[in-house]
């Protein structure tokens, strides 16, 4: 089924759709409208002039046909409509010429010159519309590519290869749920015979796509718990109660509740596969060390991943200083380790004589061989996509999985993109934490802004000035720091040190500014959201956003759990001059489950997985937010279905199973 034996796709075309993504006959299948326009009869005396109309009416003129060079025709006749008479052009339809007799009812759809009393028309229907409604799909294109091309591509690519699309929904379903099949639901998304039809087809559509997503998640799931697929362990519970004993702070019963259940994970022989998720600051990571210390005692190598250097490097000093009596060989393993020491880290991960390494991507996207990997801890895990999280875990024979995410996810999205694994919850923060102080300003109190500021750096605190929206690839965000820059230069540079970071940054000129701002060094730090995950630094007290409006309410919590890290009293101001209702949710809510419900109310899950992640989330028709029902139906079918033995169900698994491997 390649796109290049479709009927009409030549190798322009071809380049265009594959710039778009679409690859093959079932991405242009599945290219569905983006939405739909919905044309109702007009009426000549309402329409407006060079307004598109539709209208129907019977022929009262034979057509007078004009022939042009290069092969060019115009028809024009005279039409007789309920709303007046009217002339009607078309061009290069000569073919019609034979069918458009007088008094033919026809439905014409064009422009309409109020003036001339003309209607150039860009298609004609042999029939009258009656009372239906047209509706036409609209796409998404590329430059080059016209509506009208797409529709054809598609409608050809339905014609010759649409029983060929593979239909992931199980017979039995479609027959309960009276489901038409694969090509008839595609044929009425591209082509709507009516908006109840529509409707229905649609429904069908989301419904296969998330039974697909389901199955798979439910099919991981259930590989994961089999028995003897993972490694059983024997660990030393008396050394793993000393080291944390010897910690500066006691655990919480929430964090003691989560160490119980990381540790049974690795003592069975089934594979740990759990999430721990925990609002930012609930002290997640020194739980990654302990199951990584409890990983090495037993024999294994571990493997910490973050999703930035600078927390990779954070951490990497913080279990230094943690196990600074311990002996374990700790290593940190980055985009910027030079060549000859990551050369040295591989030879040593090969032969087993290192015990933790920590580091970023970097670790998946080389080649890395380990000599007995145990253990894999992805840090801010929304930050992987799936297929990402399948590459680590690829490395070594069975290793445990323990994914750390501080973005508390609505439930919608914990049964998908967490629906295969366990979860343990730190619900609680570290006692003798201070509510951090959220407060709403305006650009024009940036003067009380700056007399805030002041206060708290006398205090010999530290802030945190964050840059409006930005990307580490877009080209405005340099100035945009720097103008801020300038900006904190001129208010306080006599008396304090100002510096900046962001993504463009080598890693080690950005290393160097966080450990310069962790050593109080710098007083305040300004900052694209490359801070935004798990940084640590407990004297920061004060944050101040700017252009807070541009970001999610997520990212702002995350963001503001960069403060309030301490027994000192931290306080977050975000300005904005708009958007103050939904950002008024930060002043009173410091609850991060109750922030992502919200944000995810009001922008979807977009923000929630940000641009980078959200790969493996987008679905092409199917949206949680308003398709949960549909997802819970589809989860639970997808449940019964794996359990399931009929042949014809089993041709389907197969598919399906390969299209999880594949990923
Ligand atoms: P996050 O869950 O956002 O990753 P961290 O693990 O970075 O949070 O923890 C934040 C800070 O709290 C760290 O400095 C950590 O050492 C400290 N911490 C962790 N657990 C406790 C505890 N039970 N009591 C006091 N401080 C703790
Ligand atoms: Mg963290």
């Known amino acids: 089924m390649a796109l290049k034996d479709i009927k009409g796709i030549g190798p322009r075309a071809l380049a265009l759709l594959s710039k778009m993504g679409i690859l093959n006959v079932e991405d242009l299948v599945t290219h569905y409208p983006f939405r739909y326009e919905v044309l ?74 109020k003036k001339k009393n003309v209607i150039t028309a860009s298609e004609i229907k042999m029939e009258t519309l009656s009372n239906k409604a047209k509706i036409e799909p609209i796409y998404h294109l590329t430059n080059g590519l016209s509506q009208k091309q797409m529709a054809t591509f ?7 290869h649409g029983n060929e699309i593979p239909d992931y929904i199980p017979s039995s379903f479609a027959k309960s ?8 639901a595609l044929n009425i998304l ?22 697909a997503f389901m199955f798979k998640i439910n099919y991981l799931k259930q590989q994961n718990k089999k028995k003897n697929s993972g490694i059983a362990r024997t660990i030393p519970k008396d050394k793993i109660e000393k080291f944390i004993q010897s910690l500066p702070f006691v655990l919480t019963e929430d964090q003691k509740m989560a160490v119980d259940e990381i540790l049974k994970d690795l003592e069975s022989d089934g594979r740990m596969n759990r999430l721990l998720q925990g609002d930012v600051g609930s002290g997640k990571t020194i739980l990654s060390f302990i199951a990584m210390y409890a990983n090495a005692l037993c024999g294994y190598q571990s493997a910490l991943m973050a999703p930035t250097e600078i927390l990779a490097t954070q951490h990497y000093h913080n279990m230094q200083s943690f196990f600074e009596k311990i002996d374990l060989n700790i290593v940190l393993l980055t985009g910027s380790t030079p060549k000859k020491e990551k050369q040295e880290i591989y030879k040593e991960l090969k032969e087993g004589k290192i015990d933790i390494v920590i580091g970023t991507h970097a670790l998946i996207q080389e080649d890395v061989e380990y000599a007995n990997l ?11 996509g799936v297929n990402q999280r399948a590459n680590l875990e690829n490395k070594g024979k069975k290793p445990d999985t323990l994914y750390m995410s501080a973005t508390p996810i609505p439930r919608t999205y914990a049964l998908t993109i967490y629906g295969d694994m366990d979860v343990s919850t730190i619900k609680t923060r570290p006692e003798g934490r201070e509510k951090i102080q959220t407060i709403l300003k305006k650009n024009t109190e940036i003067k009380e802004v700056l007399s805030m500021m002041l206060e708290e750096l006398k205090k010999g605190h530290q802030i945190y000035v964050i840059a409006p929206l930005i990307e580490e690839s877009e080209n405005s965000d340099l100035t945009t720091v720097c103008q801020l820059k300038d900006q ?27 450990q310069e701002f962790l050593q109080k060094k710098i007083q305040i730090l300004i900052s694209t959201t490359v801070i935004e995950v798990g ?9 101040v956003i700017f252009d807070a409006n541009r970001f999610g309410l997520s990212t702002l919590h995350q963001l503001r759990g960069r403060v309030g890290r301490s027994n000192l009293k931290s306080t977050c101001i975000l300005i904005s001059d708009s958007d103050t209702k939904r950002l008024s949710i930060m002043e009173s809510c410091e609850d991060g489950f109750v ?28 949206n949680l937010k308003q398709d949960y029902k549909i997802l819970l139906q589809a989860k639970k079918d997808s449940e019964v279905y794996l359990k399931s033995k009929e042949t014809d169900q089993e041709i389907l698994k197969k598919e399906l199973i390969a299209s999880v491997q594949s990923a």
Request: aromatic share 8%; no cysteine; charged share 25%.
């Open 535 to 543: 940084v640590d630094v407990p004297n920061a007290t004060m944050m």
């Open 595 to 622: 922030i992502s419900e919200e944000d995810f109310k009001l922008r979807g899950h977009g923000d929630l997985f940000g641009t980078k992640q959200s790969g493996d989330m987008t679905f092409k028709i199917a």
């Open 40 to 113: 109702t009869r007009g009426n000549l005396q309402e329409t407006e002039d060079q307004a598109h109309i539709i209208i129907d009416g019977r022929i009262e003129s034979s057509p007078i046909l004009m022939r042009f060079k290069a092969g060019l025709n115009k028809m024009n006749f005279r039409l007789v409509t309920a709303s007046g008479v009217v002339g009607v052009s078309i061009f290069n339809r000569a073919f019609l010429k034979s069918q458009l007799t007088v008094g033919t009812g026809i439905t014409v759809l064009g422009k309409y010159d």
């Open 374 to 384: 145990g253990l894999v801890i992805t840090d801010e895990q929304h930050r992987f």
């Open 177 to 184: 749920y009276n489901f038409s099949n694969k090509k008839t």
């Open 190 to 211: 591209h082509n709507p015979p009516s908006e109840e039809k529509l409707k229905q087809a649609t429904i069908r559509l989301k419904y296969e796509e998330l039974f």
């Open 488 to 514: 904190m230069k001129l208010a306080f540079g006599s008396l304090f040190q100002i510096d900046i970071i962001h993504g463009k940054m080598r890693s080690e000129a950005k290393e160097l500014i966080m």
């Open 154 to 160: 598609i409608n050809m690519a339905l014609l010759m």
